[in-house]
């Protein structure tokens, strides 16, 4: 069995070594269900969707340790959008939650997107 600090693991955070980020980070994205592509104008021509892959069976699929992938995944995700996607969503969901607070599910479902703040 490998120490900790030989798989990467320090204080409790697993670090992706940056060339198996790189080398595998397309693949582990096309797996999984980050990315779906369940569009009717984007499946093949026999219409058939295909569902992602969970991180252990990609894991196994690529012979890499599940934590790995889970690493390269996260990343990869929080790669793909900037700062302020991030920042827009959180804004709506306090804005959601703040709506619900004020007049219960009745807010939920009148159609109209909740105030954001500012």
Request: charge should be negative; hydrophobic fraction near 30%.
């Amino acid at each position: 069995m490998t120490h900790p600090t030989e798989r990467g693991e320090i204080n409790g955070f697993h670090v992706v070594d940056p060339d198996l980020y790189d080398r595998y980070r397309e693949e582990v994205v096309a797996l999984t269900n980050s990315y779906q592509v369940d569009i009717n104008e984007f499946l093949p021509d026999d219409g058939t969707r295909k569902r992602g892959l969970s991180d252990a069976e990609i894991a196994e699929r690529l012979g890499l340790d599940i934590r790995d992938v889970t690493e390269i995944r996260v990343v990869s995700e929080h790669d793909e959008y900037p700062i302020e996607e991030y920042e827009a969503s959180a804004r709506f969901k306090d804005a959601a939650a703040a709506s619900y607070f004020e007049g219960g599910v009745k807010n939920l479902y009148k159609g109209d997107p909740p105030p954001t703040r500012r």
